[in-house]
């Protein structure tokens, strides 16, 4: 493979899997992508170098405290959903504009915007159908453990995105593969009790 080609290719997976993170949770991703262009890690593309500054890693780390800590206060954390997905999608399209390389601008921002600003809002869509049976099935106490397993979730990918991203990707793939046979398998059966 050219290596340019496989360079922009690794930038696509990096931003991809970050904004898969910002579906779980928006500013740990960014934490974490900043921690690690601090760490050399990650290189970002021209403009974008701020996300390492100390001011953004204060900021971000602030953020992630005060986001993590809501989520775990019932009722407040399907609240928060509501500021939380829009919010998500942007943090997934500037995760993904900032690791996006060498490609032409309106190639980079229609990546983001169509692949970062799309896993981030399915991500967190799934999250809020999850959190919604969850308060309605448990009276808003098993969303805990729903939380716990985004910031888990959040970490994991963040983490994954930028030193391994094609594992990032499989594992988005497996998931998603296993959430769209879950949502097949309960469609069937409802129209199987329909029809009983």
Not at 82 to 104: D, K, Q, W
Not at 119 to 130: E, L
Not at 136 to 159: D, K, R
Request: proline share 3%; glycine share 8%; net charge positive.
């Amino acid at each position: 493979m050219d290596s340019t080609l496989f360079s922009v290719v690794h930038s696509i997976l990096i931003g991809i899997g970050l904004a898969a993170s910002c579906g779980f949770r928006v500013f740990v991703p960014m934490l974490v992508m900043g921690v690690a262009v601090r760490a050399g890690q990650l290189e970002l593309s021209e403009g974008w170098a701020w996300l390492g500054s100390w001011p953004a890693l204060t900021a971000f780390s602030v953020a992630s405290i005060a986001e993590i800590g809501a989520y775990y206060i019932p009722w407040v954390d399907n609240a928060l959903d509501t500021i939380h997905t829009p919010a998500a999608v942007v943090a997934g399209i500037i995760a993904t504009a900032a690791c996006v390389s060498e490609m032409h601008p309106l190639l980079q921002w229609s990546t983001a915007i169509i692949a970062g600003g799309g896993i981030a809002a399915a991500v967190q869509g799934t999250m809020v159908v999850i959190r919604g049976t969850s308060t309605a099935t448990t009276a808003g106490l098993g969303n805990f453990v729903v939380s716990t397993v985004e910031l888990v979730m959040s970490f994991m990918m963040s983490i994954l995105a930028v030193l391994l991203p094609i594992l990032a990707a499989i594992v988005l793939f497996t998931i998603a593969v296993l959430v769209v046979r879950r949502v097949m398998k309960t469609r069937a059966r409802k129209a199987v009790s329909v029809k009983s």
